[in-house]
């Protein structure tokens, strides 16, 4: 099913989504340093692809550019699940894609390595740059192919040799009079005093060859794609167009990027009337001893030739890269070569030295030759300063032992440099295994000698110490070195090395040891004190470690920061233990104090309790005991349904009762969050029955719901005294309610009245569809958190729906403190799993608010319930629609991504949904965006079709949508066709929806039209077996609570779901989301897989993707 000339429109798009998703999860596990070093490599062409039936190979050719040399070969496998592959064009399907696949011929032992990176960074450029259909094309372009390679073949003969070239140009002119190719041109201004390159952009003329060409100066972003022909080009454009922008302009270091990038360039000349081709070659400076008879005389080489004086050769550049490096340029003009050498200072001065020694025609006897030789040794390193000496000066042959050390140095304040390398005390700076020179020529006291390597088996041996110490975990810096950047990275390698034992490479250190592990913390050795205040609880404490005191604090403060060990002093460090880390981590979950001090709330009493266990030496005051004997008592609580409950209770429901019942018996608030219909409200009757000789309970509902609270507590629990706040003397029916009054209000009528609310205490505060509190500034949450209670309790089937936030505005009104302050959870949680995807903190904070919310989905607790089937249709636009849809979604991507507007992110924000508004508006009905539409829609058309099938298979049905303009469409059609439907949005009274509801219940009307926001919770429709979402919403939460209208507890038939989407728009996007906002929901409350939330960017990228073919 792969094979792209295969697919329809629907299946390219889809695929093309596929991968894009699949290539996101693969980048995460992508290192910064990577990134960055994935930007010196080229695509010398496009890929190579194999298209296989249920996989997409993409093959690259990489070379790198400096400082990183080579070629390499990069494979990209997309395997497809044949499993799965039906629903390609599905963008919601999240099982298309079985696997990324990565493969490279670099020697990197990290992987993913940046040849890898790169290629994928530049595969999902390639295909977000496009629409689908036009990836797709790109896709096939890269189709391996005899007959493409052969005209490539024959493109890269002609672009070696001009003869052909210019036959093969005239050919394609007189086929095509317009063709123009382009090409940028590398010339060298060249002289002792200053070398400069400057580039020009040429084109081809019409009967073959090239013009003189244009000179590039600070117009980079002008140059054609088609005119970076070459792998090295536009490395060569970023580097001179970043020496423009600077002040400095072309200085060796830039001259010397330049050159490097230039090497076996086809295309760089001299900047003379004839363009003179020059090759350029980076070769090492060498030293000579040529012994003649019994004296010896020294010599300067580069490339073979000798260098006499390097200030007064013409030939010569000579220029500072920085104190410590030079760059020295030599150009021979008879043979067209540029020759470039680096050279450390020192090396600089002896090639002065050398250079005037050989001008006086000086020579050495054998015993300051002797000398030189020793010296010329010392200070000439691998690839900067080669040395030839004659065998009386060079010594013996030696075989070196292939023994590899671990070179360990302070790296910054904090770090280490971690280096396998060769022992040789002989030499100043011990060799890199398996890397130049195979000859090391030394001095010793004992004489001069040369040491032959067996590269192959140093490298051998150093990949295996690599291994066994895991140092492909640490950043990479060059071959066999790796950087510890932080000081747990350094000791945690330590603590590795001491582990292997005799298998341990030996450790060398530059002097003293400067950091040393010297025990670890266990809970054992901990000594907690317990204190209380008015709603908290204070630990204090310290840990014993070698006659040491380590304070509580400080092992929090290293646990708040990541690290894994704690300093000493004097360079001495102690390990805390991982069973220790992961109860003290437990604590600090909760913790709700300052940095500095620990606190914790009453809620946390069980988690402090689990933490400090049986091995921690605790000494508490009275409060503390009495708070773990009143949670005992919870625990053994075996609660018992009320008999004045008159409901026959299903077993969760019996469970329900129970949990709810120790939580109030704790006295801690929590959160029912069973799915919709499976009866929290009558699992809520029970605790109030058993709460309600304490005193009058207050209920806070949506004004939807509040007359079937009243319904359902006289149905189920007749002997309380449920009253409607707006139905009565309000200020009387507060003053008088006592033991078992139930108080009925609306969240509006309680932020208007909250000074009547709050000058009395409540026994029990019940939040029905808590999610109206989700939103921690508002005016409504506000009014809540103001209610004085002795329990607390929230029911909501969606208690988190967008993001973290929610989850703890909720819980800071039922259960304050146990999540602690915004800036403490945005901290500890919210910003690691939203913008990091954390599953450690992800499972923590389950784990922390698992004891207080209750969550069943019906799929868990109730097999008799009807089967529940999800079907999208999709509506094809009309020419008409296209058009004026596709005018808006350009328009909004020239606005939103042209620069220069100076509005700040929350402005851009703004504009940005305003536009996903609009095209959602266009998706439904032209006449939502444009008044002077007169004509129907897609949608439109197929919501009449689906209805009249409907009304033929004598089937009802919920129609729901986010657009109340959008229902007062469908109800003109339908009042048309003669159609009876109940109605019911925001606007209308708490005595209509009521009487809507139960008329509908009754057998009134084929369809009941609902705006989502007004009627998605609290309506119990079992009547109708179908539910059509005309729209889709952001969060697939809000449409499962509509759905659980007709889908819960009293159905008798299976329940069908029809999404309407309008094909190619910004709604398919919305419904690639969903399958993300379910996975937070079940990440927390479930704890598994992440969260996260849209950036502005990313609310950009919906715009652009929601296009078709050709568009």
């Given at each position: ?207 073959g060859g090239w013009n003189k060409g244009r000179l590039l100066k600070d117009n980079f972003d002008a140059v054609p794609e088609i005119a970076l022909a070459h792998p090295a080009d536009k490395m060569l454009v970023l580097v001179l167009q970043s020496a423009e922008d600077s002040y400095r302009g072309q200085t060796p270091r830039v001259i010397r990027e330049c050159l490097r990038l230039l090497i076996d360039h086809p295309n760089c000349t001299m900047d003379d009337p004839v363009q003179t081709p020059l090759r350029i070659r980076e070769v090492p400076v060498e030293v000579r001893v040529h012994q003649e008879g019994e004296v010896f005389k020294p010599a300067v080489y580069q490339s073979n030739i000798r260098i006499d004086a390097i200030h007064e050769d013409p030939t010569i550049f000579l220029g500072t890269i920085h104190n410590a490096e030079s760059l020295l340029l030599r150009i021979d003009r008879e043979r067209h070569v540029l020759w470039m050498s680096t050279i450390e200072s020192r090396i600089l001065r002896l090639v002065n030295d050398l250079s ?287 008999e004045t409950l008159q409901a026959s209770l299903r077993d969760y429901q019996v469970s329900g009762y129970g949990w709810l019942a120790r939580l109030a018996h704790w006295g801690i608030g929590g959160v029912l969050a069973d799915d919709m219909g499976l009866g929290k409200t009558v699992q809520a009757l029970g605790i109030l029955l058993d709460r309600s000789k304490n005193g009058a309970a207050l209920i806070i509902a949506p004004t939807s719901v509040g007359s079937n609270w009243q319904r359902e507590t006289e149905k189920f629990a007749p002997s309380l005294r449920p009253m409607l706040y707006r139905e009565h003397d309000r200020q009387t029916l507060i003053d008088s309610a006592g033991p078992g009054d139930l108080i009925i209000t609306s969240y509006q009528l309680l932020q208007r009245d909250i000074d009547r609310f709050t000058k009395r205490a409540w026994n029990t505060l019940i939040l029905d569809e808590a999610q109206f509190i989700k939103n921690f500034n508002t005016k409504t949450a506000q009014a809540v958190r103001q209610l004085e209670a002795d ?321």
């Open positions: 099913m792969s094979k792209l000339t295969q697919l329809d429109l629907p299946q390219s798009s889809g695929l093309v989504v596929h991968i894009l998703s699949a290539i996101a999860q693969q980048e995460k596990k992508f290192r910064p340093q990577q990134l960055l070093m994935s930007r010196y490599f080229a695509s010398n062409d496009l890929p190579r692809l194999k298209d296989a039936e249920a996989s997409l190979a993409f093959q690259f050719e990489l070379e790198g550019v400096s400082p990183v040399k080579g070629q390499f070969t990069t494979g990209i496998t997309v395997e497809l699940d044949p499993k799965h592959i039906d629903q390609i064009s599905d963008v919601t399907a999240s099982r298309v894609i079985r696997n990324i696949l990565l493969t490279c011929s670099c020697t990197e032992t990290t992987k993913p390595c940046v040849h890898q990176v790169h290629c994928l960074n530049y595969l999902r450029r390639q295909l977000t740059q496009r629409s689908p259909s036009d990836a797709i094309q790109w896709m096939l372009g890269c189709i391996t192919d005899g007959r493409q390679a052969g005209r490539k073949l024959v493109e890269s003969l002609s672009y070696l040799k001009p003869d052909i070239e210019e036959t093969l140009i005239e050919a394609e002119a007189d086929e095509d009079p317009d063709r123009r190719l382009q090409r940028i041109q590398w010339r060298l201004q060249y002289s002792s005093y200053g070398v400069s390159i400057q580039a020009y952009l040429q084109t081809s003329r019409k009967r005037a020694a050989e001008r006086r025609e000086a020579v050495m006897d054998r015993d300051t030759a002797e000398k030189f030789a020793d010296l010329i040794v010392y200070v000439a390193k691998p690839k900067r300063l080669e040395v030839q000496l004659p065998e009386a000066l060079a010594g013996p042959e030696q075989p070196l032992e292939p023994k590899i050390e671990l070179h360990l140095s302070p790296r910054g304040k904090e770090g280490l440099q971690v280096a396998l390398r060769v022992a040789c005390d002989a030499v100043v700076e011990p060799p890199v295994p398996g890397q130049d020179p195979e000859r090391l020529r030394v001095a010793t006291t004992a004489g001069r000698f040369q040491l032959l390597r067996a590269l192959e088996e140093e490298a051998s041996r150093a990949d295996e110490y690599a291994q066994l110490a895991q140092l492909q975990l640490l950043p990479y810096d060059s071959p066999y070195t790796w950087l510890a950047t932080s000081p747990d990275d350094a000791l945690e390698l330590l603590q590795r090395i001491q582990n292997l034992g005799q298998q341990a490479p030996p450790v060398c250190w530059p002097k003293s040891q400067p950091m040393q592990v010297i025990g670890e913390i266990t809970p054992q050795r901990l000594q907690v004190k317990l204190t209380s205040g008015r709603d908290w609880f204070g630990l204090d404490g310290f840990a014993e470690l070698n006659g040491l005191e380590i304070p509580l604090a400080e092992l929090l403060s290293a646990l708040r920061q990541g690290r894994r060990f704690v300093p000493l002093g004097d360079g001495q460090f102690a390990q805390i233990s991982d069973t220790l880390r992961q109860r003290l981590g437990a604590i600090q979950d909760v913790s709700i104090g300052d940095a500095g001090e620990i606190r914790v709330s009453k809620a946390g009493t069980a988690v402090v309790e689990e933490a400090l266990g049986n091995d921690i030496s605790v000494d508490a005051d009275i409060a503390w005991r009495e708070a773990l004997a009143r949670l005992a008592g919870a625990r053994k609580l075996k609660p018992k349904v009320p329990w607390h309790l929230a029911l909501s089937g969606t208690p988190l729906e967008n993001h973290l936030g929610e989850l703890w505005s909720l819980m800071r009104t039922v259960s304050p403190g146990l999540l602690g302050s915004w800036d403490k959870f945005r901290k500890n949680f919210a910003e690691p799993i939203e913008r990091h995807h954390s599953k450690d903190r992800l499972q923590a904070l389950g784990r922390v608010v698992k004891p207080f919310i209750l969550r069943r989905t019906k799929k868990e607790v109730l097999s008799e319930l009807p089967e529940r089937t999800e079907i999208v249709r999709l509506a094809e636009f009309s020419e008409t629609e296209r058009k004026k849809y596709d005018a808006a979604r350009l328009a909004a991507l020239t606005e939103l991504t042209q620069g220069g507007s100076g509005d700040t992110d929350a402005q851009m924000r703004i504009r940005v949904l305003a536009w996903l508004t609009r095209l959602r508006q266009l998706a439904c009905h032209p006449r939502l965006v444009d008044k002077r539409w007169d004509k129907s829609s897609a949608k439109l058309d197929l919501f009449m079709e689906i209805v009249d099938e409907l009304r033929e298979g004598e089937h009802r049905a919920l129609v729901f949508s986010q657009f109340v303009q959008h229902l007062s469409l469908l109800r003109e059609s339908l009042d048309r066709a003669g159609i009876q439907y109940q109605y019911l949005d925001g606007a209308t009274p708490a005595a209509k929806r009521q009487e809507a509801v139960d008329a509908f219940q009754a057998g009134q009307g084929d369809l009941f039209l609902i705006s989502l926001k007004a009627g998605g919770t609290g309506l119990n429709l079992t009547a109708a077996d179908y539910v059509i979402h005309m729209d889709p919403w952001w969060n697939p939460a809000v449409e499962d609570q509509a759905t659980d209208r007709a889908h819960r507890l009293g159905q008798q038939r299976a329940v069908t779901v029809y999404r309407l989407v309008a094909k190619d728009t910004i709604e398919q996007q919305i419904l690639a989301l969903h399958e993300d906002k379910r996975e937070l929901i079940a990440g927390v409350l479930d704890g598994a897989d992440r969260a996260g939330r849209l950036s502005t960017d990313e609310l950009i990228s919906l715009i652009r993707l929601s296009q078709i073919e050709g568009s």
